[in-house]
């Protein structure tokens, strides 16, 4: 069983920038895809980006391409997503998820429990 903690939500001004990170405990991380989604109040979940376990390839969501970055520490175990010029339309819970066949969607197997990002305008 792999856990996934996410940390770093917020409120956030419009303009600015966060950084959020995903703490997993699981020998197998550096093997896995890893991905952070997203869910608006009364939206579908939608995809933001994802690494592979190599960090030689990353996705991105196109609502947020030229804004985010997301990089990955195997030796902490630790997925991270930085964005910037953040809008409220950013706003909403997200999500870090673990091992994923197709990084973009939401087939993986494993799913954190969400944190709160709020962006004011």
Known sequence: QVHLVESGGGLVQAGG???LSCAASAHTFSRDTMGWFRQA???EREFVAAIMWSAGNVYYGEH???RATISRDNARNTVYLE???LKPEDTGVYYCAADSRVP???EY???GQGTQVTVSS
């Open 17 to 19: 920038s966060l950084r």
């Open 41 to 43: 109040p009364g939206k």
């Open 64 to 66: 947020v391409k030229g």
């Open 83 to 85: 964005m910037n010029s």
């Open 104 to 106: 973009w969607s939401e």
């Open 109 to 111: 197997r494993y799913w």
